[in-house]
């Protein structure tokens, strides 16, 4: 009678072990189905925001067409846009100042990072090169990241900016900096991210240098100006042109954002359905040995009671 307790206790006492194991050092069957049910969540909304940015990314490609036609005429008088991967940066001016174009919002890959990357590439090379430089951020995620390595260069920032651009924007944008001094820097460096197609975007600076000179290196002698004097059209005139370039600038971004958005959606998905299946096995291998157990105490129990 006393051998058949003390097995009954033995099996108690071992039961209350096996659980505080349990609940010390692997989730309960509990735990993992409530991060099935949160895994599908996310899942939820990243499928989501995955569809919302393949739709955004249509308006976009199309405002980034007709920037690009707008836009067509500035290369005639800075050139075109070059890559930022392998740059010297040796073309650029004693003087500049370099506007990265970063988004307000993450979940976007590695869009703003690219950016950034860039500019302190170009920041380092310049320094070494013996030249000075300033920096006007676009974008609250630039201004994070750049922050903490370059703060001292900062001038500026210009955050919250509305989506989708247009060209009031660019404007305000323009008028902001030429208030803060772009027009006594020798050039004015934009970074920024050029579309390609929905899987693939470049790093790309256009430099924009004011129009002064005199004698043989005045500009535009080919053109005559009436009524106003021409430092005061040339004043205006690179005022426009830099809006016109920011613009551009900003609607090829918008859209590198936007697809870069709906790839690290898609892949955040298919992680998360990844999640889905191993915690899934899981739970499965937690309920199997939870009715195991159950089933042998059930036996066990019978047996000492035929015993």
């Known amino acids: 009678m006393f051998g058949i307790a003390a097995q009954h206790a033995q099996r108690a006492a071992s039961r209350v072990a096996s659980r505080v194991i349990i609940s010390r050092g692997m989730a309960t069957e509990k735990q993992i ?5 949160s895994t599908k969540n996310i899942q939820k909304i990243t499928s989501s925001m995955k569809m919302v940015s393949a739709a955004k990314l249509k308006g976009d490609e199309s405002r980034r067409a007709t920037s690009i036609t707008f ?3 500035a290369n005639a008088l800075n050139g075109p846009p070059k890559m930022i991967e392998d740059a010297t940066f040796e073309e650029l001016p004693q003087k500049c100042l ?3 174009i970063t988004s307000d919002k993450g979940l976007c890959g590695g869009v703003n990072s690219f950016i950034t990357r860039g500019t302190k590439s170009c920041i380092s090379k310049l320094l070494a090169q013996g030249k000075t430089c300033d920096i006007a951020i676009i974008g609250d995620k630039g201004r994070g990241q750049l922050r903490r390595v370059y703060g001292d260069l900062i001038k500026m920032s210009v955050t919250e900016i509305q989506a989708p651009g247009n ?6 944008v323009a008028s902001e900096l030429i208030a803060a001094g772009a027009g006594n820097y020798d050039a004015v460096v934009i970074v920024y991210n050029a579309y390609q197609n929905a899987a693939t975007y470049y790093q790309m600076y256009k430099t924009i240098t004011p129009f002064s000179g005199e004698g043989e290196d005045e500009p535009l002698l080919a053109y005559e100006f009436e009524p106003d004097t021409k430092s005061e059209v040339l ?4 005022e426009y042109l830099l809006t016109s370039q920011i613009y551009h600038s900003l609607m090829d971004g918008a859209a590198a954002e936007q697809s870069s958005r709906m790839q690290a959606m898609e892949n955040a998905s298919k992680n998360a359905g990844e999640m889905i299946d191993s915690l899934t096995l899981q739970y499965n291998r937690a309920r199997q040995a939870r009715i195991t157990t159950e089933l042998i105490e059930i036996i066990s129990g019978a047996s000492a009671l035929e015993g």
């Open 33 to 37: 189905f409530n991060q099935i049910q």
């Open 71 to 73: 836009n067509s005429w």
């Open 98 to 100: 370099i506007v990265p």
């Open 167 to 172: 060209f009031t924007l660019a404007a305000a």
């Open 235 to 238: 004043a205006d005139l690179h």
